[in-house]
């Protein structure tokens, strides 16, 4: 009997200690994690010196999104990603079209914000796919009224895992919303299906400002934990 106790001490004591190692790593890891969520924040100040290769930031973008979940596995985003003479051609379009959508007081303020978006390194423009959604509104009629809520959902999951793929490089990032306004010259200027909604637009590029810590409400404010 001693010597099976003994055994099991010796055994309790390994399974404790790798136990112990095993969270400790699942902890480094964790924050490890949160450390590059805390890096996303917007840029607006961004230049086009990026040492980083189209190709690595290219794949990234891919690998980012296809990690997201969507509603029924419904994979309905879909992006398109802009850079050098693409990049440019886009933002001299929505320069021109904000133009005559915006009332002729803001217009060189509007400008200004365009402008800063076409100095970045490139551009991720983030779509819904209208006839995934569509087909399965005939497929789940009972879910029908909640699908178009869900797509907003799968889009708004994608753009933070690209923009948290691109900061944790080292780069800097600030996303827009001028669609609707450019939906249709986008989809003529890309040569993109009609079907294909637009619904934000991704700077990103070398960051030329050091910016202030943001405030933060209380935990309090923010969370409730029940046991």
């Keep these: 009997m001693a ?30 994690f949160i450390d590059e969520m805390k890096k996303r ?7 086009n010196r990026v040492s980083i290769s189209p190709e690595y930031l290219t794949q990234l973008i891919k690998d980012a999104a296809r990690c997201c979940p969507s509603a029924l596995n ?14 440019a051609h886009f933002w001299q ?9 915006v009332a002729e007081t803001i217009r060189e303020s509007v400008g200004h914000k365009v402008n800063r978006c076409a100095t970045a390194f ?43 793929a691109i900061v944790s490089t080292g780069l800097g990032a ?6 609707p306004s450019i939906n249709l010259a986008t989809t003529e200027q890309l040569q993109l299906p009609k079907n294909w909604q637009l619904k934000a637009q991704l700077v990103f590029g070398a960051i030329v400002e050091n910016l ?15 046991s």
């Design 3 to 32: 010597l099976l106790s003994k055994i099991g001490q010796v055994l309790n004591t390994e399974i404790s200690k790798e136990l112990l190692f095993k969270k400790k790593d699942i902890e480094q890891k964790t924050y490890v």
């Design 41 to 47: 924040r917007s840029h607006y100040e961004l230049s």
């Design 74 to 87: 419904s994979q309905s985003a879909r992006i398109v990603i802009l850079l050098e003479d693409s990049h």
């Design 93 to 101: 379009m929505v320069k021109d079209v904000q133009y005559y959508a």
């Design 122 to 164: 490139g551009t991720v423009l983030f779509f819904e796919d209208q006839d995934v959604i569509q087909n399965l509104q005939k497929r789940k009629p009972l879910q029908a009224d909640e699908l178009q809520l869900w797509s907003e959902q799968t889009s708004g999951m994608v753009q933070y895992a690209v923009w948290t």
């Design 174 to 179: 600030s996303i827009h919303h001028y669609n």
């Design 212 to 226: 202030e810590l943001k405030s933060q409400l209380d935990d309090s404010i923010l969370f409730k934990v029940f």
